[in-house]
């Protein structure tokens, strides 16, 4: 049984991020692509199972499977946001799930409960490689919520389940006798009828290239700024989430950057400016979007700083940007 290399390379790309080296994990296919634009290469179940072991071993992370789902959720663009571009009913969308997950990860088996208000989502694997198992299930029940929530653009109440639930997990989880997510059905259908609000067809690729150009650097402040864009949904997360997904405290992260003459808010303003000067030169991106996606409360508050980036106001910049040379 093949599956598809990139659910592998998510967990490798993580594990260098917490400090494992790339020569001690077993050797990947030479065929293995690193470009999530191209199409995917496969690997054996063996070496997923071999790869993911090694992993396991040196983090000893119990919950590596939920840190690696948040780490990769923007660079899979994907199992939720692209059945989305295809199904136009909440039927249509299980059914494409359970399409992708049948070539992409077909250990992964799907049931699918809909309700009158509710739809719940069911995944098992029948094997007995249980920890390694329970790794992979809530690393995909982690990107189907992140998803869920990126493509509805608000707060929403979903719930995920896992026989493993304790006090250590973070909030949305629950204890279940199955690994589920469950949500309310308005929640899909809504998605479903504004597919296209945050126009992530453009959005993503821009945030996976500037991952790209990060990874060629090897500082501390690099790391924290591909984990910020990988775990972006697409608003950049703070600095609690970061340092749970590196393993420290949000002192010590700070503590590291000062030692290469940076604070955690230079970074967030930094990658918000970048990420800023390629969205305004994008009719379909408002103020209000900006706002949104830069993590402002109010469009006031985005203003403000783009006044200290800029200088002047993002109407007027933008028409800058479209005047011909």
């Known amino acids: 049984m093949n599956i598809l290399s990139s659910h592998l390379r998510y967990f490798t790309d993580y594990a260098r991020i917490r400090g494992v080296a790339a020569d001690i994990l077993p050797k990947l296919p030479d065929s293995t692509s690193t470009d999530l634009t191209e199409p995917e290469s496969m690997v054996t179940q063996e070496e997923f199972y071999e790869i993911l072991k090694e992993i396991d071993r040196q983090l000893t992370d119990e919950l590596l499977g939920i840190k690696c789902g948040n780490f990769i959720s923007l660079k899979l663009l994907g199992i939720i946001y692209q059945i989305s571009l295809q199904a136009t009913t909440v ?41 390694i198992n329970r790794l992979i299930i809530e690393n995909c029940l982690t990107i189907i919520s992140r998803e869920l929530r990126m493509m509805v653009g608000r707060d929403v109440n979903i719930g995920i389940g896992t026989p493993y639930f304790h006090s250590g997990y973070p909030a949305d989880w629950v204890l279940d006798q199955h690994f589920s997510v469950s949500f309310e059905l ?57 340092s749970d997904a590196l393993y420290l405290t949000p002192r010590t992260l700070q503590r590291r950057l000062v030692q290469e003459e940076l604070t955690y808010r230079e970074i967030t303003e930094g ?50 940007l479209k005047e011909p040379f």
């Open 91 to 131: 039927e249509e969308a299980f059914h494409y799930l359970r399409s992708y997950l049948e070539v992409a990860l077909p250990i992964v088996q799907l049931k699918t409960v809909i309700s009158e208000k509710e739809a719940r989502i069911e995944l098992r694997i029948d094997n007995r490689e249980d920890r």
């Open 186 to 242: 308005t929640i899909l259908k809504a998605a479903l009828k504004d597919r296209n609000h945050l126009h992530l067809d453009m959005l993503v690729p821009e945030y996976l290239k500037m991952i790209e150009q990060l990874q060629s650097g090897n500082s501390f402040a690099n790391k924290v700024r591909i984990t910020m864009l990988s775990m972006s949904d697409p608003k950049l997360p703070d600095i609690q989430s970061i």
């Open 271 to 320: 990658l918000k400016k970048q990420i800023c000067s390629f969205l305004l030169r994008h009719d379909p991106y408002s103020i209000s979007s900006l706002t949104y996606i830069l993590g402002y409360a109010e469009p006031a508050s985005f203003i403000h700083s783009f006044k200290k980036w800029y200088g002047d106001s993002p109407q007027r910049v933008r028409r800058r």
